[in-house]
């Protein structure tokens, strides 16, 4: 089991940026992947990006390719979303959250634990 935090999350306009983190505790962070996913009223939740234990795989749906890296920190036990180039149909809320195995996934099926939400604002 891992709590995660997540923070970052605002108001922008069209074609600002954002970073959010993601703080976990609880079990080893390098050795398990990690994943983003957002949320709009009345949507499905949707896959963001999946970042593997060690930080040197990633996987992006295909609405924020080019636009959105994730990144971590593994001695600071936090993952990052960096968002450029936001649009408004990147409003949601943002989810971090993670797997029992160092596997990635596209799908939120697979995450076992999830943090509280971050909102994210886009104004065009």
């Known amino acids: 089991q891992v709590q995660l935090v997540e923070s970052g999350g605002g108001s922008v306009q069209a074609g600002g940026s954002l970073r959010l983190s993601c703080a976990a505790s609880?079990?080893?962070?390098?050795?398990?992947?990690m994943g983003w996913f957002r949320q709009a009223p009345g949507k499905e939740r949707e896959f963001v990006a999946t970042?593997?234990?060690?930080?040197?795989?990633?996987f992006y749906g295909d609405s924020v390719k080019g636009r959105f890296t994730t990144f971590k920190d593994n001695a600071k036990n936090t993952m990052y979303l960096q968002m450029d180039s936001l649009k408004p149909e990147d409003t949601a809320i943002y989810y971090c959250?993670?797997?029992?195995?160092?596997?990635?996934?596209?799908?939120?099926?697979?995450?076992?634990?999830w943090g509280q939400g971050t909102q994210v604002t886009v104004s065009s």
């Open positions: 970042i593997s234990g060690s930080g040197g795989h990633t």
């Open positions: 609880g079990r080893t962070f390098s050795t398990y992947t």
């Open positions: 959250a993670a797997r029992d195995y160092d596997f990635l996934s596209s799908s939120d099926n697979d995450y076992n634990d």
